[in-house]
């Protein structure tokens, strides 16, 4: 049953405080045929000195050094140095169920599957949150050709652009490299993988536990952020050439995004930068804004939202004021989401 070697990425930087809960929810797997491979990605931190404890505890462990070079840098170098049959990625404030890896061993072998992907908590310190339209306990498996895989990728609803929470056959991802120097790496990755597979697995449980920081977007925002912008629509003209009638879908998620990058930027404005991107966002929108039409005709929130952000930006954030104050006082219900559950 345990044969099959899994392969399991973990990118190490600045997480001297989380890296234990990661690696013993790794070794602790009742899957045992592990090769842990652990990058640290010149952290300043003592996770070096950590890693190199956990190789010389456990010989299933790999642990690697390098120069600093981001996220993407630290899974292609880890990439080169796997050897099984089938590759996780973790991120290393995250952790797992201890029956993650065999579950989706099994079930990868029983479907004859390319990539298993199972569902995942919203992780914060005291709590646990899960999307509880996609979680159903003791559910078999949906099992996805390529063309709804791409559908589903493309909505950002079911299947996630993130590389982690998924357990890929290792040819199927080996000669893909991640894009370095971007942030939102995985939006540029994952249209590539997903074009390549059959069949994909699926699973209704919640396995993988991903830690949300207490940071504020708000707060934090960069225009780094705006690379999610550029991810979609490079997978875009991808969509555009392999599975044209996505473009509409395609064209939906990059207009949700504008305008979620547009308010935000907006409220950055005392930022360095903020406002001429602000502006190229704008200039984006009404430059395809046919196109955009088109997209949403089907869509009643997002075709108001398109309207009024013609006009005028600032129309659509008060439509989205008024939408969320209807809300608070329950005139509108709040839309299908999470849901904290106890453990």
């Not at 569902?119 to 914060?124: I, N």
Request: hydrophobic residues 35%; glycine residues 4%.
């Amino acid at each position: 049953m345990q044969k099959e070697k899994v392969s399991v990425i973990v990118p190490v930087y600045k997480v001297e405080k989380y890296i234990h809960r990661c690696v013993e929810s790794i070794l602790n797997q009742t899957y045992t045929n592990l090769e842990v491979i652990l990058v640290n990605d010149g952290s300043p931190d003592n996770c070096g000195e950590i890693i190199d404890s956990y190789q010389e505890q456990d010989h299933r462990v790999k642990a690697l050094h390098k120069k600093n070079g981001g996220l993407s840098d630290a899974r292609n170098f880890g990439m080169k140095s796997a050897t099984g049959k089938f590759t996780m990625f973790v991120d290393s404030d995250d952790w797992l169920d201890t029956k993650m890896i065999a579950t989706m061993v099994e079930y990868s072998q029983k479907f004859e599957s390319d990539i298993v992907q199972s569902t995942f908590y919203y992780a914060y310190d005291d709590k646990l949150l899960i999307d509880n339209r996609y979680v159903q306990q003791g559910n078999e498996p949906i099992c996805l050709d390529n063309q709804t895989l791409m559908y589903e990728l493309v909505k950002n609803e079911r299947v996630k652009n993130f590389a982690w929470g998924k357990l890929y056959k290792t040819e199927i991802i080996k000669d893909i490299p991640f894009k370095k120097g971007v942030l939102f790496e995985d939006v540029f990755w994952a249209h590539q993988v997903m074009h390549k597979v059959n069949r994909y697995l699926l699973l209704l449980q919640p396995f993988y536990y991903y830690y949300q920081r207490d940071d504020s977007i708000v707060a934090t925002y960069t225009l780094n952020n705006l690379d999610m912008i550029k991810g979609l629509k490079e997978r875009h003209r991808f969509i555009e050439k392999f599975y044209k009638d996505l473009t509409n879908d395609s064209y939906q998620l990059i207009l949700k995004t504008c305008l979620i990058h547009y308010n935000l930027l907006l409220m950055n404005r005392k930022k360095a930068h903020m406002d001429m991107h602000r502006k190229n966002i704008e200039l984006y929108i009404r430059n395809n804004y046919q196109a955009f039409k088109e997209a949403v005709k089907n869509d009643r929130g997002l075709k108001s939202q398109l309207y009024l952000f013609n006009l005028h930006p600032y129309l659509n954030i008060l439509f989205l004021g008024l939408i969320k104050g209807l809300r608070r006082v329950k005139v509108l219900s709040q839309p299908a989401g999470l849901k904290q559950v106890n453990v």
